[in-house]
């Protein structure tokens, strides 16, 4: 009789760890940093864009959204952070959680009103968000739209259409700027066609067109 015998081979599939980023912050905006020259953006929670504005209760507008990115400079500028490392967003930027001094960075901007919990992708900050809006802590104090609304208000002309051609050419008083994604202008630059702006595949494309690159 033929014996026959099978041999099952097993395979044991290894994930790469999430890679941690550490050194000194560099703060672009109120949840955005620069961590070591690497672009981080903090994962589950939301900050204002630079330009939004809000209203007191007296209806007086003010810069919220640079008073933001000011004041948490102020906190975090110059000090060492280490992120763990979540996800990478479609701009090329590393989503981590980040700890200084040993403290949640997250929640502690949450805490302080300084952010809002972004629970389409965490709740991990909504107690957080909670105590500051009863206490009116920072922005719980004044009128303000929700960045994620303010941002999809402005939106047109600032996401790629075709993900394979996603640097944007600007034309500023400065000349013709090519925008690469992840740097500090990128998110915020619109391509209006009609002013003869246009999107890009390669930096090639661009160069040979007469683009130069953005300084930042």
Not at 13 to 25: C, E, F, Q, T
Not at 88 to 104: F, K, L, P, Q, T
């Amino acid at each position: 009789m033929l014996k026959v015998c099978l041999v099952i081979l097993s395979f044991v599939i290894v994930l790469p760890a999430s890679a941690d980023v550490m050194g000194r912050v560099r703060v672009i905006d109120g949840d955005t940093f620069d961590v070591a020259g690497v672009r981080v953006r903090l994962h589950g929670i939301d900050a204002l864009e630079d330009k939004q504005t809000c209203q007191t209760e007296q209806g007086t507008s003010w810069a919220c959204g640079a008073w933001v990115t000011s004041t948490v400079g102020t906190l975090f500028d110059g000090k060492r952070a280490r992120c763990r490392e979540v996800n990478v967003d479609r701009y090329g930027r590393v989503v981590a959680r980040c700890s200084i001094d040993g403290r949640d960075v997250g929640q502690q901007l949450v805490s302080r009103g300084l952010a809002f919990a972004y629970r389409k992708y965490s709740m991990a900050y909504d107690l957080d968000e909670k105590g500051a809006a009863v206490n009116d802590r920072g922005l719980h104090a004044s009128r303000v739209q929700d960045p994620a609304q303010y941002r999809a208000t402005r939106a047109k002309g600032r996401i790629p259409p075709d993900r394979t051609c996603a640097i944007k050419g600007n034309i500023t008083k400065s000349g013709q700027i090519y925008h690469m994604p992840g740097q500090r202008d990128y998110e915020r630059t619109g391509i209006n066609l009609n002013k003869g702006e246009r999107w890009f595949c390669s930096e090639q494309d661009a160069r040979a067109s007469g683009w130069r690159k953005a300084r930042r």
